[in-house]
């Protein structure tokens, strides 16, 4: 599979942003999707996965009652609805393919397929 991460840019503290993951080939349907980010001189970090179905969802705690992770599969995309951001929520935001368990925190070993290229994501004070 392959994955297109798009929606990123500039938003004040308090605002909403969402990220969009397009992904071509079949297999989407049967993966489960994540979304990951990477500040600045930090470590890439968990933020939500989503199972196959939609049915399952895990958030990092940093994000939790903010953030809202779904997927469309009639349009092979998966979404990550951002609200109430904050500066600490700056990042380059990454979308994987094919990760999981979603019943816990995930590493970047959780991630068996693909990475989008990454969009950035800007929250000023």
């Known amino acids: 599979v392959q994955l297109q991460a798009s929606g990123g840019g500039l938003v004040q503290a308090g605002g909403s942003l969402r990220l969009s993951c397009a992904a071509s080939?079949?297999?989407?349907?049967?993966?489960?999707m994540g979304w990951f980010r990477q500040a600045p001189g930090k470590e890439r970090e968990f933020v939500a996965a989503i199972s196959w179905s939609g049915g399952s969802t895990y958030y990092a705690d940093s994000v939790k009652g903010r953030f809202a992770i779904s997927r469309d599969l009639a349009k092979n995309t998966a979404y990550l609805q951002m609200n109430d951001v904050r500066p600490g929520d700056t990042a380059v935001y990454y979308c994987?393919?094919?990760?999981?368990?979603?019943?816990?925190?995930?590493?970047?070993?959780?991630?068996?397929?693909?990475w989008g290229q990454g969009t950035q994501v800007t929250v000023s004070s």
């Open positions: 080939g079949r297999t989407f349907s049967t993966y489960a």
């Open positions: 994987a393919a094919d990760v999981g368990p979603v019943c816990a925190p995930l590493t970047l070993a959780s991630v068996r397929d693909a």
